[in-house]
């Protein structure tokens, strides 16, 4: 579904985000990219919705090449990925039923459809009852459920989560995951999250792929964010390699 | 924000039409002036009426000529007569010593020394009076005129379009988090930009069309006490367009303005 094929980022300032990355998402994966600020989480998920280009390498979304999307084609790259921001990105002075509406007019979706694929979204995130409120009279639990709908209501393949619960405190964070998780055995969709939440993805035990340095150190299926199978460090490189 | 976009581009596009009524109304005054010289032709003393008769056919069948008047000598004379006699005596003249003189109008005002050149080829005639110096500065004032009024509004227009541009980037500016959701969820860059190009043209238009209210009541109340106690002579002075075209213009003007400014200014943060 994702693959990155030996990709390095570098930003123009100097900065190497990524080094040489190599990874493959398969078809309705869930899958955990942990890493402390600044590792290179979110500018890995970043490259599959061309929101960033690598400097070396390609990225797969399907089978296309993203870094060869043409500027133009990129607007329907981004529909077959819903996105989940920390900063839930609603439009506040839409409510939450508008912005979910706003996402499918943008894709030309019929007016009929849109009511349906709109119920369902909220319905799935369990926040039909507040579809007429705007995003400020929200708690941010809520926001974020919001922000989910809003990702899943074009029935994307693929969900990319950075950050979701980065601004939410443990209780609200685990019911987030649980609506990912949901969405992942419900849908079949490929979700991908991006956390430095080492709690939840303790308790979630599914596929964790960690990142230090704009390197991919550990790729395990039912991780956790710490390895503890190998403590030391050399044990971690080992893995990279093997990868 | 719109609202602040709108008041910025009702005063820039009222600086815009004030001058540019200003540009062609000095324009047309000058060329007023121009239409105003006529061709003083003059026949030998003892030539006839049949040989003027001739002269004005010949003249009138020249292609610039747009109209000929035989002026009638004894009417000159008693004219001549009225105007000197208070400081001359002019009793001892018995007889008209006046030669027989013709007006000659000129169907382009800008060809009137190139017709006096042609009418003065023709024969039997002693003198043609084209008024060549004063008409010469005349000419060079509305020309200087015509050129730096064109190249003062072109620039003006060019500020204009920069100030207001710079209006709706504001407005642009601030639904920039909008623009970028748009974005990220999938939006075509026509899909985005259509409906700010729009807003672009509604606020174009509505600064201009209150633009044209300012200057159509501003002018009211100022060119019209200049023209009638300052300087008479500004009646002379009216640009030639009518409220309506002037409305229609400025409006148009304004909304294209609006559409370009939108355009500049949302590309900047259409890039992908």
Redesign the interface.
């Known amino acids: 579904m994702i693959e990155y094929c030996d990709v390095s980022l570098v930003y123009p300032n100097g900065v190497q985000a990524l080094s040489d990355v190599n990874l493959r998402v398969g078809k309705g994966d869930f899958l955990f990219v942990v890493g402390a600020s600044g590792s290179g989480k979110s500018s890995l998920l970043k490259l599959t919705?061309?929101?960033l280009l690598p400097t070396k390498g390609r990225v797969f979304v399907g089978q296309e090449d993203v870094t060869k999307t043409a500027?133009?084609a990129?607007?329907?790259?981004?529909?077959k990925i819903g996105?989940v921001y920390q900063d839930f990105?609603l439009?506040p002075q839409k409510t939450v039923w508008e912005n979910l509406a706003?996402?499918l007019r943008?894709?030309s979706v019929p007016r009929k459809e849109i009511r349906k694929r709109i119920c369902e979204a909220l319905e799935l995130v369990g926040m039909m009852h507040r579809c007429d409120s705007f995003p400020t009279e929200l708690s941010g639990g809520e926001q974020q459920r919001a922000s989910i709908a809003?990702a899943l209501v074009?029935n994307p393949p693929i969900l990319i989560a950075d950050e979701p619960t980065g601004n939410l405190d443990p209780d609200t964070s685990w019911g987030i995951m649980q609506i990912l998780s949901r969405i992942n055995t419900a849908r079949g969709t490929t979700v991908v999250v991006a956390t430095h939440d080492n709690q939840v993805v303790d308790r979630m035990m599914r596929r964790v792929v960690a990142v230090e340095g704009g390197k991919i150190i550990r790729d395990q299926d039912r991780g956790t964010y710490h390895d503890e199978a190998s403590e030391p460090e050399s044990l971690c490189k080992s893995e990279l390699t093997e990868y | 924000m719109a609202l602040a976009s709108i008041s910025t581009v009702a005063l820039s596009m009222a600086i815009l039409g004030t001058f540019i009524l200003m540009v062609l109304g000095s324009h047309r005054f000058a060329e007023r002036q121009l239409e105003r010289f006529e061709i003083a032709v003059y026949l030998p003393v003892g030539a006839d009426l049949a040989d003027a008769n001739r002269v004005r056919d010949e003249i009138k069948s020249l292609p610039l000529t747009s109209k000929v008047d035989l002026l009638s000598r004894d009417a000159e004379w008693n004219k001549l007569k009225l105007k000197l006699n208070t400081n001359i005596d002019l009793g001892g003249i018995a007889n008209n010593p006046l030669p027989y003189a013709l007006n000659v109008e000129s169907r382009d005002s800008r060809r009137t020394s190139e017709l006096a050149d042609k009418i003065g080829k023709i024969k039997g005639i002693d003198a043609v009076n084209d008024y060549k110096k004063i008409y010469g500065s005349v000419k060079t004032i509305a020309d200087l005129v015509r050129i730096l009024g064109f190249a003062a509004s072109i620039i003006l227009c060019l500020t204009t379009t920069f100030i207001i541009s710079n209006a709706i980037r504001l407005t642009v500016f601030a639904r920039r988090?909008?623009i970028?959701?748009?974005?990220?969820?999938?939006?075509?860059?026509w899909?985005i930009r259509i409906p700010l190009v729009i807003e672009g043209i509604v606020i174009g238009a509505a600064g201009a069309f209150i633009a044209y209210g300012l200057i159509s009541v501003s002018s009211h109340y100022t060119v019209g006490v200049l023209q009638r106690q300052v300087m008479p002579i500004l009646r002379d002075i009216s640009s030639g367009v009518s409220p309506t075209q002037f409305m229609t213009t400025l409006t148009c003007t304004g909304a294209a303005i609006g559409a370009l400014g939108s355009y500049i200014s949302i590309r900047r943060f259409l890039k992908?």
């Open positions: 919705y061309r929101e500027r133009s990129v607007p329907y790259l981004r529909r996105v990105k439009l706003f996402v943008v894709t809003r074009n | 988090h909008e970028r959701i748009m974005q990220l969820v999938g939006a075509t860059n899909f992908v």
